[in-house]
């Protein structure tokens, strides 16, 4: 009976193909490390090439592939995006939430910044919110600086939106970020994150963390922080869920 024996051949090469499918398919999609937007060498003299390649294509890679690696112990936490982790903050491992943060961090540093002349100005947005919650541009950049000098050890500077609509100038220890639901982080949309972690400056540097912040300054890429702006402004916007009023809270 050929019929019989090529139907249950077809069952067969359906079973086959059902196993190769379940052993292909990782338990996640795993997070990867985007490219740098621009060529290494191209924030020169401000951030040097050498820097710039060990911190994008070592640190930043070993974030992405210890957080792929923390993750694959953890079943409960597979198919949640990079902010969905960060709004859980203090109820996650901390292998997730160092290396989540350290992967999304530097996702954002390298788009915050661009060749010097080439990063543009703040928009008249912006720079209206700006003026409203520091008086002047000069006032954010010399808050924002005092604050990035005065983080002790490691960590990041950042200017976020809060969810009543103003800035601030905030900054976070280690590889925390004001997405992650945690005590003593001030929640809200980062607009722009400076790391000051010796490993961003040292080879240039040194221990001159002020000098290196003084620099960084004419590489900040304001049509990408102008935005961000925008976006969290956006009703339509999927921004990240710290500002939802649907956040889940439990376990506060
Ligand atoms: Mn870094």
Redesign the pocket.
């Known amino acids: 009976m050929p019929s019989l024996i090529r139907a249950l051949r077809q069952l067969l090469l359906v079973a086959w193909l059902g196993l190769l499918l379940v052993a292909a398919a990782p338990a996640q999609a795993a997070f990867t490390l985007p490219p740098l937007p621009y060529p290494a060498e191209a924030l020169e003299p401000q951030i040097d090439t050498r820097t710039m390649e060990i911190?994008h294509d070592r640190?930043?890679a070993g974030y992405v592939a210890q957080l792929n690696a923390a993750l694959a112990q953890r079943d409960d936490l597979a198919g949640l995006s990079l902010e969905q982790l960060l709004a859980r903050g203090r109820r996650l491992p901390e292998a997730v939430r160092n290396n989540a943060g350290?992967h999304w961090?530097?996702s954002q540093?390298w788009t915050a910044m661009a060749p010097a002349g080439d990063g543009g100005t703040p928009s008249e947005e912006l720079l209206a919110a700006i003026k409203a919650s520091f008086g002047s541009l000069e006032a954010l950049q010399d808050r924002f600086s005092q604050v990035a000098a005065a983080r002790f050890g490691s960590g990041w500077a950042w200017l976020i939106l809060r969810p009543d609509g103003t800035l601030a100038v905030t900054s976070t220890a280690n590889q925390d970020n004001p997405l992650m639901n945690q005590p003593g982080i001030e929640r809200g949309t980062p607009l722009l994150g400076l790391?000051v972690?010796e490993?961003?400056y040292y080879l240039g540097y040194q221990n001159r963390r002020a000098d290196y912040i003084a620099a960084w300054w004419s590489l900040v890429n304001w049509d990408q922080v102008n935005q961000r702006y925008a976006e969290a402004l956006s009703p339509a916007s999927a921004g990240p869920p710290a500002l939802s009023p649907r956040t889940p809270d439990a376990g506060r």
Do not use: V
């Open positions: 911190h640190h930043h350290g961090n530097h540093f790391d972690w490993h961003a």
